[in-house]
T-cell receptor
Framework: SAVISQKPSRDICQRGTSLTIQCQVDSQVTMMFWYRQQPGQSLTLIATANQGSEATYESGFVIDKFPISRPNLTFSTLTVSNMSPEDSSIYLC??????????FGPGTRLLVL | DAKTTQPTSMDCAEGRAANLPCNHSTISGNEYVYWYRQIHSQGPQYIIHGLKNNETNEMASLIITEDRKSSTLILPHATLRDTAVYYCIVGGHNTDKLIFGTGTRLQVFP
């Protein structure tokens, strides 16, 4: 199994500002994933982050808005840039563990005013 | 990736079996069926997965029809702590990208 922590757990931000979310895993993993869950909705994949290479973004998500860093095999950050109230969501990171299982962090709850 | 269809919500009495259906009529031969659940205010949790055979683990059983176009997740003795949104996801072996649908909101009542 993999234990994932995220910082911050929640934040309230002003529009136009940026927030960087950290994801730490207790073991080395090749791929890390970032998801967004808007209020009352299901999860949507934002991007896949490999160590040492550029993140791969899903349709509708761009690097300028959601830059991702992956400096090593246990850590990643997601920045939500130039925030608007529409960015209010839960942001989750996940990793694939052994076999077919994906493990998710507890999420970062973001409210943009 | 194949699309899945699940009922929006279901109720189940505590102690009874909860049977959650999922339709995946466009599943291809090498795609697996995965089940995750999300308890309120937590990240999703893996439950079980299967290809064509029925599977059982300490959490649940997965029954896949012979034509693989549908499956049922069974929680044999539901408890209040099983109240959650259950997601049925179809993807290839060693799939990395999980495409979440809308899921089934299961409410277990006393």
């Amino acid at each position: 199994s993999a234990v994932i922590s995220q910082k911050p757990s929640r934040d309230i931000c002003q529009r136009g500002t940026s927030l960087t979310i950290q994801c730490q895993v207790d073991s080395q993993v090749t791929m890390m994933f970032w998801y967004r869950q808007q209020p009352g909705q299901s999860l949507t994949l934002i991007a896949t982050a490999n160590q040492g290479s550029e993140a791969t973004y899903e349709s509708g998500f761009v690097i300028d808005k959601f830059p991702i860093s992956r400096p090593n095999l246990t850590f990643s950050t997601l920045t939500v840039s130039n925030m608007s109230p529409e960015d209010s969501s839960i942001y989750l990171c996940s990793v694939r563990g052994g076999g077919e299982t994906q493990y998710f962090g507890p999420g970062t709850r973001l409210l943009v005013l | 990736d194949a699309k899945t269809t699940q009922p929006t919500s279901m109720d189940c009495a505590e102690g009874r079996a909860a049977n959650l259906p999922c339709n995946h009529s466009t599943i291809s031969g090498n795609e697996y069926v995965y089940w995750y659940r999300q308890i309120h205010s937590q990240g999703p949790q893996y439950i079980i997965h299967g290809l064509k055979n029925n599977e059982t683990n300490e959490m649940a059983s997965l029954i896949i029809t012979e034509d693989r176009k549908s499956s049922t997740l069974i929680l044999p003795h539901a408890t209040l702590r099983d109240t959650a949104v259950y997601y049925c996801i179809v993807g290839g072996h060693n799939t990395d990208k999980l495409i979440f649908g809308t899921g089934t909101r299961l409410q277990v009542f006393p």
